[in-house]
Structure formats: structure tokens, C-alpha cells
């Protein structure tokens, strides 16, 4: 895949439409049935990635909504319908979960594998929040692969704290933890791409 | 989508209604916005390019202090992932989803609206068979959702969900109801102008997108800081349906046309690239 600088990036022929809050009415109308069920937990190799969402006086945000987006274990990228109606075997690499009211969230997903031969895996996640007036970018990176990490361009570009909050936890369980700083101590570095403007 | 939440409760949640806020005054409220605004008018004339999105930084929405991030935003080369979006189709979504006015048996109270428009990205391409999703308040200005504390009655015949997937063309339309304003505890007497939350997806999950669509002429667009939150006026005014007559029909309903811009795609131009190479 090209590496390419934000310079290349051609103009945008139309301005973008802005975002909003996603306010606080949203529990009646985006959860679903399994929406943070990527797989089964009971599917050979399902991780639990879990972790909190806090503000900027360290504390945990219970009206925030996530969505992870990833490739599967091979690193294939897949394009299938069925996130919104689970039939428990087809493996979308999409999810959502909106936060419990101590700010804890839970997906139940995959290892995404590498997508290129040592290329550092990640999922990439996006947040929305009550507060918080358009949403924000991330990854998630596996902590395994640590040359793949040491290679990877954005983590490169980053400084040893800032580093650290894009990078999750293997938990004792294989769980992942990736905690989300909005704000403040250990604040998560948030991305933005070419051609948002 | 669950109507569940139609039951009484006690309400108690307190991080919805910060009750030190409701002793703001509005007139605080809108001169910490024109403050704000002036400046970034400044900023213009000097030289500045014109902001395109809310700043997430935005002291008049005072839940916004403690929740956005406070370094700038890290510049990522978008890879793998970043370049593709989850495909949602026929099976995630039923045509009727669009319907939000025959979720129940009897008809909802209020005035019946189409809102049709177009999902087009940067480069003006509609975006084909992606999900939208919407929610709203009712014609009273009350939400479905058991943190809504407004005493405004709720409509046992609406819920206020919808889904769509978009057209070859990128077109989508919903049938609903219009919603009405709603105060919130901000500061003291304040009010949301008539919203609809749209959910949106392109074609790179990078362009995913949560904001809200209001209604033309609205008399509480200067004083509401979410909306303010957009200083730039040109920017504020592509949140705002168009009346259209054309989407309007006989004796049925009254139609509003909005199109959504996403941000530009970049898979699209990195594989040209990469064409050339
Ligand atoms: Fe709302």
C-alpha cells in the first residue's frame, strides 16, 4: 500500500458536512441484539477487549458509544453484510457497544492478523460521547509483534507516552485492555486523516 | 429498536442534568458563543482557513469541558483498515425501517415529513448502499429513552428509530414526524432547536460521521451551543434542510431535502496513485 503525505492528498471538490454531538438519547436507537459480538465467545480464538472510557478529571464517561472496525485472523479485510443481524458465524469485522454506567466496555472479537507481511496489527476504533461534539479516531494495536510495532510509521511518529496509549494490554485471560483517555492524564493520542476538509 | 422504555421510571440521573449549569443565564451562554465567534472571524480575515467542523473544544456546551481531547489531533497516513468501511445491506436492513410513522399500530401525532436526500463524499460521488441511521424526539420534543426527563407526553405510536440503506445514487428517504424542541440543563432555559440525529457511513471508515439535521428558520439556531459549536456560518447552514416542494405530496406529507457531504475517500485517490507508479 502507498505511503502517502497528506500534501498529495487532492483538494476535496465539496465541503464536508459537519458533525455533532451524538447527545445523550442514543441507547434506544443504535445499540442492537449482539452489536458488540464480533464472534461468538465460545468461536475458537475470540478475545475479550474490554477497557474503560474516562474524562479529563479521570472519570469514567457512562454515555459513551464505540465502534471497532478491523480485518480477521489472516489479515483479510472482509466486506460482508450481516454486523447489524448477527447470524453468529459470518465474521463482519465491525462492531458497536455503547459504555456500561461505570464507563467499562466489552467487544468480543478476533486477533486481527497482519493485513502485510510485517505490518504491525490494529483495529481501529471510533469514539462518540454526550459532550464530545464530533467523534474521534484511534487504533488499537496488539502488543505481540513488538519489530512489526517498532516499524510501524504512526508509532514511529510518536513520543514513548504518546505511543503507549495506542498500544493495548494482553491480559493474563488473552483478554485485550485499551482504556480511553479523553482528556488529561495518559490522554489517547486521537488521529486525524488527509482529506477531512 | 425496543419501545421499551415507554414504562414509567424514577428518573435520578444526575450525569445528564448537572444541576450547577442550570444557573448560567442564556445571555452568559450566547456572549462566551459571540466572543468566540468574533475570534474566529479575525482569524479569517488574517489569513486563517475557513473550519468546516464543530470545535470539539467549546466552552458554551459545557459538557464539552472535560471531554475533549486537549492535544491536536495526530496526522495518520491512512492504511489497511482505514481504507475500507463495513458493507451493510439487505439483510442488516428492512425497507419499512424507513418508515418511522408505521412502527406501531395507530398512526403518531404530529406533522408527517419526508426527508430525502443524497450521501455524496468529497469528491461529490454518492455513497451506494451504506447505512443511515436517524433518531429523533417526537412532535413533542420527547425521546423514547429512559434519561429524558422532559414532561412532554409520549407518542405510544412512535419511537423515533429509523434505517435506510442508500441508493445507487446515494439517495435515501425517510418518512417520519417532525420533531419538536427540547429544553436541556445546560444553563437555564435552554432549548434545543427541532433536530434529527443521522448516523452515517462511506466507503473508508474514516469517514465515519454522527450529526444532527435541523429545520430551516428555526429561532433557537443563535442561542443553542451545540450548534454554535460550528463557528463558521457557512458550515453551520449544511446541518440545515431545505424545504422542497417537489419532495412534498398531495395530501400526504411535507417533504425536506438534505444532502450529506462526507470527508474525501482515500482509497480512492492512493489507488490512482499507486496506478501511476
Ligand atoms: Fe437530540
Known amino acids: ?107 468480543t472479537t478476533l486477533n486481527p492478523g497482519a493485513t502485510e507481511e510485517g505490518k504491525a496489527p490494529f483495529i481501529m476504533l471510533t469514539v462518540f460521547a454526550r459532550g464530545l461534539l464530533n467523534r474521534l479516531f484511534t487504533r488499537i494495536y496488539l502488543p505481540e509483534d513488538t519489530a512489526a510495532l517498532a516499524n510501524d510509521p504512526l508509532l514511529a511518529s510518536l513520543d514513548e507516552a504518546g505511543r503507549k496509549t495506542l498500544v493495548a494490554t494482553r491480559e493474563a485471560d488473552g483478554s485485550l485492555r485499551f482504556d480511553i483517555s479523553l482528556q488529561g492524564e495518559g490522554e489517547t493520542v486521537f488521529l486525524s486523516y488527509p482529506r477531512e476538509s | ?62 459538557s464539552s469541558l472535560l471531554r475533549h481531547p486537549t492535544k491536536n489531533l495526530h496526522h495518520a497516513d491512512p492504511e489497511t483498515i482505514e481504507l475500507h468501511s463495513p458493507a451493510f445491506g439487505e439483510r442488516d436492513v428492512h425497507a419499512l425501517e424507513a418508515d418511522l410513522t408505521i412502527q406501531h399500530n395507530g398512526e403518531p401525532i404530529g406533522e408527517r415529513i419526508v426527508v430525502a436526500g443524497r450521501v455524496l463524499d468529497g469528491d461529490g460521488r454518492p455513497v451506494a448502499g451504506q ?10 420534543g420527547r425521546y423514547i429513552h429512559k434519561r429524558d426527563q422532559h414532561p412532554a407526553p409520549i407518542d405510544p405510536n412512535f419511537t423515533g428509530v429509523g434505517r435506510a440503506i442508500t441508493g445507487p445514487n446515494g439517495e435515501y428517504s425517510f418518512t417520519t414526524i417532525k420533531p419538536a424542541p427540547y429544553p436541556w ?21 474514516t469517514q465515519r460521521m454522527i450529526t ?66
Not at chain 1, 443504535?30 to 479529563?56: C, I, M, S, W, Y
Not at chain 2, 447505512?131 to 413533542?140: G, K, T
Open chain 2, 1 to 62: 429498536m425496543s419501545t421499551e422504555a415507554t414504562s414509567t421510571e424514577s428518573f435520578t440521573d444526575s450525569h445528564v442534568l448537572d444541576p450547577a449549569a442550570t444557573t448560567l443565564s442564556q445571555d452568559a451562554i450566547s456572549a462566551e458563543i459571540t466572543d468566540i465567534h468574533a475570534a474566529y472571524r479575525q482569524s479569517v480575515v488574517d489569513g486563517a482557513k475557513a473550519e468546516t467542523q464543530p470545535r470539539i473544544d467549546f466552552a458554551p456546551y459545557r
Open chain 1, 1 to 107: 500500500m502507498t505511503q502517502a503525505s497528506n500534501t498529495q492528498a487532492p483538494a476535496l471538490k465539496l465541503a464536508p458536512t459537519p458533525g455533532q454531538t451524538i447527545g445523550p438519547f442514543y441507547g434506544y436507537a443504535l445499540p442492537f441484539d449482539k452489536d458488540n459480538e464480533l464472534v461468538n465467545q465460545a468461536r475458537p480464538g475470540a478475545v475479550r477487549l474490554h477497557g474503560v472510557v474516562t474524562d479529563g478529571a479521570g472519570t469514567p464517561i457512562p454515555d459513551a458509544l464505540l465502534e471497532i472496525w478491523q480485518a480477521d485472523e489472516a489479515g483479510n479485510i472482509v466486506a460482508r453484510d450481516g454486523s447489524l443481524v448477527r447470524d453468529g458465524y459470518t465474521f463482519t469485522g465491525w462492531g458497536r457497544t455503547a459504555v456500561d454506567n461505570v464507563g467499562h466496555y466489552t467487544f
Open chain 2, 212 to 277: 444532527q439535521m435541523y429545520f430551516p428558520g428555526d429561532p433557537l439556531f443563535s442561542l443553542d451551543p451545540i450548534y454554535q459549536a460550528i463557528t463558521d456560518a457557512d458550515a453551520r447552514a449544511r446541518l440545515v434542510a431545505t424545504y422542497d416542494h417537489s419532495i412534498t405530496s398531495h395530501e400526504w406529507a411535507t417533504g425536506y431535502n438534505w444532502d450529506i457531504v462526507l470527508t474525501g475517500s482515500n482509497r480512492t485517490w492512493m489507488e490512482d496513485e499507486e496506478g501511476d507508479h
Open chain 2, 131 to 140: 447505512l443511515v441511521e436517524i433518531w429523533q424526539a417526537n412532535a413533542a
Open chain 2, 185 to 205: 440543563k445546560n444553563h437555564h432555559n435552554a432549548w434545543r432547536p427541532a433536530h434529527i440525529h443521522f448516523s452515517l457511513f462511506g466507503t473508508d471508515f
